[in-house]
């Protein structure tokens, strides 16, 4: 593959255009002008931009640090030869996220698209040579002479040194087998020791399920005992407290009917001593008292004997009739005898009005006594003075009756409230029984023994409820049975892992036997032509790390003890060495080179320039330098970018 012509909308490079021919370009120009920029586009537009990397501290991926400027999507057109025929590469960006993802190859002058071409394959197809292998053989970056190793690599040389088939890494199936290895066991992690802790939980989780169901069964056995003595418990409570309780009532029911008599007697005496107070009170003498009756009748004896003698008491008006027809004759005689005769007739008439006068008022107090008596016998409806005497020994007597009425009323009302007092106490005692010593033990008994059935009902519970989490003891004895199995599987795979790893190392050891001296001896011939022989010899290590010899020295020393441009020399030569044995001869790839040269001296340059010189007969060489390339003390040819 030969690139003629390139133009860009990359970094720096704004539609600008860079044309190359066959053999050998050298590109010098200064720092800042694109040179890093022209030999990353080469690699884009033949391997694209990996979208997927991520920025990190101190590291840039090519999708941010080469975005165009100008802020315009990233683009680019490369024309190359390949296989006798002019082909077009066209890549560009749609979506920001995916810069020149956009691809298309068609053959130069037409719009006829070049077959088993495409973005993912154009690199490899037209280099013979994946991204890594290209990378770290014909395409060196600016400071990155230094190989690393990757499993393409490995692939392709493995390739030349065995059978031809690129699909072998010893570092990509050590590490898978290493991984299978890991997943299986590492330390203590990896699925056998997964397993391991599985199992061992397992038969724990087994051990605490057969020891919870002993637990449980015990557990129940007691509960059933505890819930049938206490039930013995509570009946044997509930006929005393009932026997009790019966006792109780049988004394309030009794002292509730002795309050009813008390009340039905009380009734009556109060009807009686009302129905006595009546009668009493219905009489003559009223409310009187015995004695108060009898002095009151006596007095009415008395007096009625006083106005029976008064009523016998009656004036006569005859004295004074007589009086006065002697006053009248008194009268006469003067007038018709002498004058004298009327004093003697005024004495007499005087007196015969004071007699009348004095019988009308015997005769007027008679009657008045007279109707007294009557009235007063009529109060007492009586007719003589023996009636009225014995209205008051009538009286006197409901008067005693009324009393006596009273003392049985009393003491009626007296039994009736000792009667309720004592049904309240009953019913107080009744409504508050509390038990008795014996019962109240019994109660305590029973209480504690409920306290322990509820213990016990929980523990059951829980324990119920461990054994339905553990799942089916059948179900987990054969599942470790299973997971045993599983697990002396497991530990013959990593024993079959471990087999393979040794024995795909010695595989590698013989390989690098057979690989590493072609390597080494195509190195120290091109490291010995650039130092003018002083170097003989170099090593390159399984890792790629690389070791040269001074000529004359015993041993070989390590890069990392050379001068900075003798390790580029070195490393350069390893880098040419790969390309020989490892990219395809019948259509090379071009070889892209960065300011290798900054840390070489003028003369290892010439040498370097002679060698590359060569090596453009056979393949195109791009060399982008800063530094002013001269030969035999004459100036050499150069284009300018």
Avoid at 209 to 226: D, Q, W
Avoid at 296 to 315: F, H, I, N, Y
Avoid at 335 to 363: C, E, H, N, T
Avoid at 510 to 530: I, K, T
Wanted: proline share 3%; glycine share 8%; aromatic share 4%.
């Amino acid at each position: 593959m030969i690139i003629k012509k390139m133009t860009a909308s990359f970094g720096c490079l704004e539609g600008r255009t860079l044309e190359l021919k066959p053999g050998l370009n050298v590109l010098c120009a200064p720092n800042e002008s694109g040179k890093s920029t022209w030999c990353a586009f080469i690699r884009a537009m033949l391997y694209g931009v990996d979208s997927s990397e991520r920025a990190r501290s101190g590291y840039l991926p090519d999708k941010l640090r080469y975005a165009p400027w100008s802020g315009a999507p990233m683009a680019g057109e490369m024309e190359i030869s390949h296989a006798g025929r002019d082909i077009t590469l066209r890549r560009s960006t749609k979506a920001q996220n995916a810069p020149m993802r956009e691809f298309a190859a068609v053959y130069t002058g037409t719009g006829e698209k070049v077959p088993g071409l495409t973005g993912a394959t154009a690199g490899e197809v037209l280099t013979g040579a994946p991204r890594e292998v290209f990378r770290r053989s014909a395409f060196i970056g600016q400071g990155e002479a230094a190989i690393s190793g990757s499993a393409e690599l490995e692939r392709r040389i493995a390739s030349v040194v065995t059978t031809g088939e690129e699909d072998v890494s010893w570092s990509e199936a050590d590490g898978k087998l290493r991984e299978w290895q890991r997943r299986r066991k590492y330390n203590r992690h990896g699925a056998i020791p997964a397993l391991e802790a599985e199992i061992a939980g397992g038969e724990e989780r087994l051990r605490a399920m057969s020891a919870t169901a002993g637990e449980l069964e015990r557990r129940t056995a007691e509960l059933e005992l505890r819930q049938s003595e206490a039930e013995g418990r509570r009946l044997a409570l509930d006929r005393s407290r009932a026997s009790a309780r019966a006792e109780l009532g049988g004394e309030l029911s009794a002292a509730r009917e002795r309050a009813e008599r008390a009340e039905a007697a009380h009734r009556v005496a109060v009807a009686e001593a009302a129905k006595a107070e009546a009668e009493t009170g219905s009489g003559v003498f009223g409310s009187m008292s015995a004695e108060k009756a009898r002095e009151e009748a006596a007095d009415s004896v008395e007096r009625l004997r006083k106005l029976r003698e008064r009523a016998a008491v009656r004036g006569s008006p005859a004295p004074g009739v007589i009086l006065a027809l002697l006053g009248l004759a008194a009268i006469a005689a003067g007038i018709f005898w002498q004058w004298y005769a009327f004093i003697a007739a005024m004495p007499a008439l005087g007196l015969a009005v004071w007699a009348l006068v004095s019988a009308d008022r015997k005769r007027r107090a008679a009657a008045q006594a007279a109707r007294e008596s009557v009235r007063l016998l009529a109060r007492y409806s009586a007719e003589g003075e023996e009636d009225i005497l014995a209205a008051a020994e009538a009286h006197a007597g409901r008067c005693a009756a009324a009393e006596n009425a009273r003392r049985v009323e009393g003491r009626a009302a007296g039994e009736l409230k000792a009667a309720k007092e004592a049904a309240a106490a009953a019913e107080e005692r009744y409504l508050s029984a509390k038990d008795s010593p014996e019962d109240a033990l019994r109660a305590r008994e029973l209480a504690a023994l409920n306290s322990r059935i509820e213990l016990l009902k929980s523990s059951v519970s829980e324990l119920t409820g461990a054994v339905s989490a553990a799942g089916d003891h059948m179900a987990l004895g054969a599942g470790l049975i299973e997971k045993r199995e599983r697990l002396e599987e497991l530990n013959g795979q990593y024993e079959a892992l471990s087999l393979a790893i040794e024995t795909l190392r010695e595989a590698d050891a013989e390989l690098q036997l057979r690989f590493s001296p072609a390597l080494g001896r195509r190195a120290a011939e091109y490291l010995s032509r650039l130092t003018g022989g002083r170097y003989d010899a170099v090593a390159v290590a399984k890792d790629f790390s690389v070791t040269a010899r001074i000529r004359g020295d015993a041993q070989q020393r390590d890069c990392l003890y050379m001068s900075a441009g003798a390790a580029e020399l070195t490393y350069l030569a390893v880098r040419l060495a790969i390309v020989d044995l490892t990219l395809p001869a019948e259509e090379p790839c071009p070889i892209v080179l960065d300011d290798v040269l900054a840390g070489i001296d003028g003369e290892r340059r010439s040498r370097v320039m002679e060698l590359l010189e060569e090596l453009a007969e056979n393949r195109q060489v791009i060399l982008f330098t800063c530094t002013e390339i001269r030969t035999d003390d004459k100036e050499a040819g150069y284009d300018e970018i």
